[in-house]
């Protein structure tokens, strides 16, 4: 696949991204809306707006970008944090009576990642305790699953990067490379995870990053009247549960 063809499926899944954001903003403002009119009860209120449904919404989420057993583990642990409130129980003696049922699902997973057929299309971007990586022209391809990864590029001119980052560390080392003139792309999916990225400190990065419960912090020192506008280091795609950190 061409890279702007992989740039054109991040600009898209950017937009879904976007979209579903939006459509939550609406939901919420709604609901409080019903709230402070009278038309949603007490009782609805608590379920809809709680950390627990946050944790289902999360993991829904997590599915859709076909992250499957990290999904339904994340929306299972709040659908049984959120029983207590739809059946008016005691929080800790639903806990201290059904604790077991976490235990259920977690080994239902198991079985389930045991015995599930493995796809290709369900397996392009995460394997197991893996990593694959090619740097190649410039362009870094990095796949960094439960294990830990260090990449340095050597080329004359960074053409850009596409990181998959999940429950790992990667390390990105750009001091001895250069950009082009105009926008280089890294495209990033990270989930539960944390990437570094050393880079000169006179090059311009900016973020356009879809961020859930995820950080980014440029750790750099920069010295005025040093930096290049004419050559842009651009950050884009979507983090999760995850921290970005620019370094020198």
Known sequence: ?????????????????????????????MIFLGKNTDVISDYLFDIL???QMALVILGLYSISHKAYLWGSFVAG?????????????????WIRDYWSLILVLVGLLMLINLFLPKHKKCHK???????????????????NSFSGAKHVVMDEVF???????????????????????????IDIDSKCGGIEIFLPENWLVLVELNSVLSGVVDDRHYHSGSIDESRRLILRGKISLSGINLKY
Not at 1 to 23: G, P
Not at 78 to 93: D, N, R, S, T, Y
Not at 126 to 132: A, G, L, R
Request: charged content about 25%.
């Open 49 to 51: 707006i709680s950390w």
């Open 77 to 93: 642990i709040g659908l049984f944090f959120m029983m207590p409130l739809i059946i008016m129980a005691e929080g800790k003696e």
């Open 159 to 185: 053409k850009g990067a596409e990181i998959f980052n999940h429950f790992g560390g990667t390390i990105l080392d750009l001091r001895r490379t250069n950009l082009q003139q105009g926008d280089t792309y």
């Open 1 to 29: 696949m061409k890279i702007e063809e992989k740039y054109k499926k991040v600009n898209l899944r950017l937009k879904i991204d976007f979209s579903i954001f939006a459509v939550i903003c609406i939901a919420v403002g």
């Open 125 to 143: 971007n995460y394997d197991f305790m893996s990593k694959d990586y090619k740097i190649e022209n410039g362009f870094v391809f990095s796949n």
